[in-house]
């Protein structure tokens, strides 16, 4: 949770600030910068999860209401625990492959 709310740790956009030679670009889609906005609303190889997290919450996740969502009640909370849990494993090893 706290990588979503910061934006820390294995974002490129984050990664490249400590590694100039890493790009910030998505792997996915190269027009867009790799940082919380892009993965955790929009990036697709991320789709599959963001539809069962939708489907759950009865509501698209936006940046403008995730943390009312996640707050309304205990199971949306864990909802999008397990989300952002999955997503930034994903981005830990995919990182740790690239090595």
């Known amino acids: 949770m706290t990588q979503l709310l910061t934006g820390h740790r294995f974002f490129k956009h984050y990664s490249r600030r400590y590694d100039n030679n890493q790009r910030a670009q998505c792997p996915v889609c190269p027009s867009s910068i790799e940082n919380v906005e892009h993965v955790f609303y929009h ?57």
């Not at 963001?50 to 009865?58: D, K, N, Q, V, Y």
């Not at 995730?66 to 909370?77: D, F, I, K, V």
């Not at 090893?93 to 690239?98: A, I, L």
Request: net charge negative.
């Open 43 to 99: 990036c697709p190889r991320f789709s599959e999860e963001r539809e069962r997290l939708h489907s759950l919450l009865h509501e698209v996740m936006t940046s403008e209401n995730t943390t009312r969502l996640m707050l309304a009640s205990e199971p949306n909370w864990l909802a999008v625990a397990s989300f952002a849990y999955s997503v930034v494993i994903r981005l830990r090893d995919e990182e740790t492959d690239r090595r």
